[in-house]
T-cell receptor
């Protein structure tokens, strides 16, 4: 079945770049999303990429997609302590169920 | 402000006591969905609705019911809650099935004792 995998933890120093990796299995995926969840809060859509794109940049965020390996990654440049959160990768193919399949989330800790 | 509103934010209840978590969106979205979030399991879809009076099961529907009598509202009903339904619940709405533009509510933390 469909599956989305992420590493569970990532720790970086303030000012460094963070790279959060994801892998999905559904070859019919259309969209790939990155959500941010801060403690006690809901999910905030950060960015997305169509599965036929290679890269998308939005200010400090860059999404790279290795289509062959179904391997999207989220890069956060100049990581700040306010970036500490759980980051979820999710994919959808717009099928009849319209479901987003989420990874288990990567907890990013930013050390000063 | 465009938003998805869930109520309550926190709820502690006892096993077997029926409860309803409300969800309302003001964006005229056709597609609405309920997810539960559990540690180590990520988010899993419970039920979804593609329009008024059109609902269907997601991946983990057991023990839940939903209704969609109006476009803006999509309540989640637990007829006889059990401790394994202790979780963080999110309602979401979207203009399209692809999930593009998904907006999530702030979540409802439910504890069943």
């Amino acid at each position: 079945g469909e599956d989305v995998e992420q590493s569970l933890f990532l720790s970086v120093r303030e000012g460094d770049s963070s790279v959060i990796n994801c892998t999905y299995t559904d070859s019919s995926s259309t969209y790939l999303y990155w959500y941010k969840q801060e403690p006690g809060a809901g999910l905030q859509l950060l960015t997305y990429i169509f599965s036929n794109m290679d890269m998308k940049q939005d200010q400090r965020l860059t999404v790279l997609l290795n289509k062959k390996d179904k391997h999207p990654s989220l890069r956060i440049a100049d990581t700040q302590t306010g970036d500490s959160a759980i980051y979820f990768c999710a994919e959808s193919h717009g099928g009849s169920q319209g479901n987003l399949i989420f990874g288990k989330g990567t907890k990013l800790s930013v050390k000063p | 402000e465009a938003q998805v509103t869930q109520n309550p934010r926190y709820l502690i209840t006892v096993t077997g006591k029926k409860l309803t978590v409300t969800c309302s969106q003001n964006m005229n979205h056709e597609y609405m969905s309920w997810y539960r979030q559990d540690p180590g399991l990520g988010l899993r879809q419970i039920y979804y609705s593609m329009n008024v009076e059109v609902t269907d099961k997601g991946d983990v529907p057991e023990g839940y019911k939903v209704s969609r009598k109006e476009k803006r509202n999509f309540p989640l009903i637990l007829e006889s809650p059990s401790p394994n339904q202790t979780s963080l619940y999110f309602c979401a709405s979207s203009l399209t099935l692809s999930g593009y533009g998904y907006t999530f509510g702030s979540g409802t933390r439910l504890t069943v004792v």
